[in-house]
C-alpha cells in the first residue's frame, strides 16, 4: 500500500542503478493524488526519467524467470499471457522482502479506480448500454481467467510456492497492468497486450499535451470562435515517452518547460473517453478526441 515512506524507499531503490536518471520525485498533489514532482528546472526534451530495463516487469522477467520455466513452461499452453504474467507477479509477491521487486509491490495503491473493481452498483450507473455490457462481460471473462489459473495451479501442484490468493487479488493486478504497464513490445508480446511495469515512471499522471507550450491559453486569450480557431495538436507520445534500445532504458522527456516544483505529465493516450473509462477510471473532460 503505497505510504509516503514506501514511496520514499521505492526512490531510494531506483536511484541506487546508476543507469537511472531521476530528476523527479513522487508528490502528493490537491485532487489527484500522487504524481511526479519535478526537482528542478527543466526545460523541454529534458530527461525528467530514464528508467533502466533491470529495473522493469515484464514479459521478458516472467518468461525467463527460474519458477516460471521449471513449474509453468511448457505445461501452461492453456493459460493466455495475462494469466501467466500475474501467475508471475504473485510469485514475486510471495517472496516477500526476497523478492527484487518487494519496494515496488509495497508502494502500489489498493484503490484503483479501474472500471474492472467497480461494485454492481456502480456499474450499474453507467447509462450507455454498450459499456454497461463491455464492463460486466470483461468482469466476467476476468473471474473465469483466475478460475482456470487456480485450476492449473492445484493441477501442476505448485501453490505451496505461493500466498493464498483470491479472486479480488487476482482482479488488482489484473489493473494494475491495465492502468500503470507501458507499451513495450517484445518477442514474448509482439502486439504489447501486457507491455512493461516500470517502478517509478507508472506514477506519472495523465495530461493531454500540446505542441507549442502555451499554445492552447494563447488560442484562448484570442477569444476566437470556435470555427476559426486552429487545432492545437497533441505531441507524439513516442518523441517524449520510450524505450531507447541504445541505453536499455524507458525514458521520460519534458515535453515543455516545466519549473522546480511542477508536476511532471505524461500523455497516457489520444484516444476517446470510454478508453480512459475502461483502463483507468476517470473521464477527461477536455479530451480533444472524444467522440460519439
Aim: proline fraction near 4%.
Amino acid at each position: 500500500m503505497e505510504t509516503k515512506q514506501s514511496l520514499d524507499n521505492l526512490l531510494q531503490w531506483a536511484a541506487k542503478e546508476t543507469r537511472n536518471i531521476i530528476n523527479i520525485k513522487i508528490a502528493e498533489f490537491p485532487n489527484m493524488g500522487y504524481g511526479l514532482q519535478a526537482t528542478k528546472d527543466l526545460k523541454k526534451n529534458d530527461i525528467a526519467l530514464s528508467i533502466h530495463k533491470n529495473y522493469f516487469l515484464s514479459l521478458d522477467n516472467c518468461f525467463n524467470d527460474k519458477f516460471m520455466k521449471e513449474k509453468v513452461y511448457p505445461k501452461g499452453k492453456t493459460l493466455n499471457i495475462y494469466q501467466k504474467f500475474i501467475l508471475f507477479l504473485w510469485k514475486e509477491i510471495s517472496l516477500g522482502k526476497e523478492s527484487k521487486y518487494h519496494l515496488y509491490f509495497e508502494s502500489l495503491p489498493k484503490d484503483i479506480t479501474n472500471i474492472l473493481l467497480w461494485s454492481k452498483e456502480a456499474v450499474d450507473v453507467l447509462t450507455r448500454p454498450d459499456l454497461k455490457k463491455h464492463t460486466l462481460d470483461k468482469q466476467q471473462k476476468i473471474e473465469n481467467e483466475y478460475n482456470a489459473l487456480v485450476k492449473f495451479i492445484e493441477e501442476q501442484d505448485i501453490g505451496k510456492s505461493l500466498k493464498p490468493w483470491t479472486v479480488t487479488d487476482y482482479f488488482w493486478l489484473y489493473t494494475v497492468i491495465e492502468s500503470r504497464a507501458i507499451s513495450l513490445p517484445s518477442k514474448y508480446d509482439l502486439h504489447s497486450d501486457v507491455g512493461a511495469l516500470i517502478p517509478v515512471y507508472d506514477f506519472a499522471n495523465h495530461e493531454f499535451l500540446y505542441e507549442g507550450e502555451g499554445l492552447e491559453e494563447k488560442l484562448d486569450n484570442l477569444k476566437l470562435t470556435e470555427e476559426n480557431k486552429p487545432k492545437a495538436r497533441l505531441i507524439s507520445q513516442q518523441d517524449y515517452f520510450y524505450f531507447d534500445q541504445k541505453k536499455n532504458s524507458y525514458i521520460m522527456k519534458a515535453s515543455k518547460d516545466y519549473k522546480e516544483g511542477d508536476q511532471v505529465y505524461i500523455m497516457y493516450s489520444g484516444k476517446p473517453n470510454p478508453h480512459f473509462v475502461d483502463y483507468y477510471g476517470f473521464v477527461s473532460f477536455n479530451n480533444p478526441n472524444n467522440s460519439v
